[in-house]
């Protein structure tokens, strides 16, 4: 399979339409933004890493019965998805309280939540991803009610598979961001990626940062940390 014209420059990706009109190529690049794109760095590798992790998680999922848009990785950084249409929001699962939710409740960063919060994010980078909630999401249309039922139900599937997975691996999932996506025929998939880009991952022991926050707060050692998460999950 050919990549054949580039169809969307992204901050970390890059997606080509090929000689499939089903079917497209994500080519992962070592950009790395943070703050909206205020902040630009590249982390070495960081592409390879992130699509060889999201692979993998990917076809976790799917043996757990969560459909991706997952065909077949083709290189260390490029790998073939289906075609979808993105339901423009961003889903945020949150099992501990971290980041904008820690700022935005007053909660000290690792504080538990009692029960795991859903959010959901408009995705417009112009606007700043704002925060919605179902009656905005209905009122835009941006997906059917059933749509959102089944986004959220996979979304809580996707926090218990993923939390067991990575417990075993000494990784506490904090919280992360998900997208979906309708194929031609209507189903909703799992696409985008799940990476240490778009997860928080901690040490379970140590506590320690082993995701992007390295390289928002200017913590270094970002590359050393995604290079980390891999070898946990992929032995190398
Ligand atoms: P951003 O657009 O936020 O800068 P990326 O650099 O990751 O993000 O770009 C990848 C783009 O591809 C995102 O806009 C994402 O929504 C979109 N995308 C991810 N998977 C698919 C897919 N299977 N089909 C179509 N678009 C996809
Ligand atoms: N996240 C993401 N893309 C975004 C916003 C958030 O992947 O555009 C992820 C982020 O890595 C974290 C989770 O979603 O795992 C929650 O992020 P939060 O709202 O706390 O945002 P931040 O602190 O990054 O502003």
């Given amino acids: ?42 982390i070495h590798d960081k592409g390879i890493i992130n699509n060889r992790v999201t692979n993998h998680l990917m076809k976790l999922l799917e043996k757990e ?58 995705k417009d980078d112009a606007l700043g991803d704002p925060m919605v909630n179902e009656y905005h999401i209905m009122a835009m249309e941006w997906c059917t009610k059933e749509e959102l039922d089944l986004i959220a139900k996979y979304s809580l599937k996707i926090n218990e598979v993923l939390s067991a997975y990575l417990k075993e691996a000494n990784i506490q999932l904090i919280d992360f961001k998900l997208e979906f996506g309708k194929t031609s025929d209507g189903t909703i998939v799992l696409a985008d990626e799940i990476s240490p880009d778009t997860c928080r991952f901690w040490d379970t022991v140590t506590k320690e940062k082993l995701d992007k926050d390295r390289f928002r707060r200017d913590m270094g ?12 999950l992929m032995g190398e």
Avoid at 221 to 232: I, P
């Fill in 65 to 122: 019965g969560v459909p991706t848009h997952l065909v077949e990785e083709i290189s260390d950084r490029e790998t073939i998805v289906k075609k979808v249409s993105i339901v423009p929001l961003e889903v945020i699962v949150r099992n501990i309280a971290a980041g904008s939710l820690a700022n935005r409740l007053g909660l000290e960063e690792g504080t538990p939540m009692k029960k795991t919060v859903l959010e959901y994010c408009y």
């Fill in 1 to 42: 399979m050919q990549k054949v014209k580039e169809l969307y420059e992204g901050k970390a990706k890059k997606v080509w339409t090929t000689e499939d009109p089903e079917l497209l190529i994500v080519d992962y690049k070592d950009d790395a933004t943070a703050g909206n794109g205020a902040k630009k760095g590249t």
């Fill in 221 to 232: 050692g970002e590359e050393d940390a995604y290079k980390e998460v891999m070898k946990r």
